[in-house]
């Protein structure tokens, strides 16, 4: 019994205030739209970033996500393939497009 | 039940989402959203807050907040650039280096800091250039923050120009590019560097540890970051481990396309015709935002009922919020706190007024700096592609019961 005390401990460690241990993010999940594409959108996107980082951005043009895409790949390195670029373009211009 | 599949089932509503967009007619802004709801989940050191991405964390203050001069550090709000953040960082081995073009290269430890330099404090506000970005219309790019990607803290620190005196600048030294200890999930991306002229270095930029008396909570940047009052917050380095100068400005992305404005008077564009030629969003514009009451409350009909909420520049300072009752025809000035925070601080005011009419009625504050410079009607402010800067009076709505 103790031992499991000391164990519950430890494992509650992290998520006190103030206490400088290991900290935790905890993980969300975002109410992402399921859909065609969306295989590729978790393969590519969510290396980097959450699913909310897509979602909080608003309804946008096809033109805003494929502008998007591309700075991930130019930018910031991302290694997303032609063909999964145009997948992941027609998934969030249909799930978060503004209709331009 | 393991951890993460709790968090899931507890978070599926939890994430904010910005979807419906407004039905206003394209091209004129309006009021921030402000309806989003607070998650049931909270983050290491913080309370619940309003939550847009676990990873980077991107968390938001609410509204009710900021009744107060200083924003409690549990619900300071959070912006990461990076994926991966450090989980653990030791306090004896941690060091803020320093190097380039100066004659002793530094390896600051946390003793050092806080022993070994003159210890100084300032009370200033961190705003996201973006705070309050999804008052623009069409929606601008990026993170649809509300109006609390901000808040206010009492800083303590030391100069950035005592630990550069110490490590001594070499002739044609000009420039100093900044990084923390965030990392990208791959190695060729470009990490988060920001680079300051030493001319926009004043006395006031500190290498802070302290936050509200307290040590800086993880995500805002333990142990150690940057503070620039009056500057929005881009430049406010997390978790500043590294410091190069350097003679040349580095063409960095973070630098070159990230928070910049257009370089024209208005600083605004269409989506249509983008402006070329951009600049940095640098120093912050009057603002004030009401903590109370809040949109959607309820006054009690012909209670004494007090305004509360707060003001602020680029530090400058305030000089006078005017509250209206009618929808902006007519204004009346509010009482302001005594300043004894300094010019980059919040200004409180409060406005006391009974409210005689039952049903619906608004309530908007407008902040007036000490260059005269004031807030224009949301409607007014013009469009920038990222949605930065946006300073529109702030209305509240409210019912009379």
Redesign the interface.
Known sequence: MKKLFIIALIALT??M??V????????????IKMGKGFDAVQANCL????F??I??????SRK?WRG?IEKMIV?????ISDKDAKIIEDYLTEH?G?GK | MKR?DF??TA?????????G?SDLSAGETKQPIDNRKI?D?????KRPLI????????LETPREVFTSALTPN?QFFVRWHM?D?P???D?KSFTINVNGMVKNVLKITLDQLKNDYEQVEVTAVLQCGGNSR?AFN??A????WGNGAMGCAHWKGVRLRDILDRAGLKKGAEWLAVSGSEK???Y???NFVRELHLDELDDHVIIAYQMNG??LP??NG?PVRLVIPGVYSDSWIKMLSNITVTDKYKHL?FMD?AYRVPDNDCECETPEKPFPKTKPIYRMNVKSLIGYPVNGGKLTHKSHTVVRGVAWDGGAGIREVQISLDGGKTWDKAELDDGSQGRYAYRTFRYSFKPMKLGKMSIMAKAINKLGEEQPFAKDVKWNHGGYKFNGIDEVKVEVV
């Not at chain 2, 599926?12 to 979807?19: F, I, K, Q, R, S």
């Not at chain 2, 939550?51 to 991107?58: E, I, N």
């Not at chain 2, 790019?141 to 649809?144: P, V």
């Open positions: 992290p998520l205030a103030q400088k241990g290991k900290i935790e993010v905890p993980y969300i999940a975002f109410p290396m980097c970033h959450s909310g980082y979602i909080n951005q608003g309804r946008q805003f998007k930018h910031f390195k991302a290694p978060y503004n | 993460r968090f899931k978070a599926l509503t939890a994430g904010a989402a910005a979807l967009t998650s989940v909270a983050f290491p050191e939550t847009y991405s676990d990873r980077p964390p991107l549990d994926p953040i989980q653990y960082i306090e999804s069409p929606t790019g990026g993170i649809q990208a999930a791959y060729e991306t470009p307290e040590d993880y995500l333990f992305f396309h």
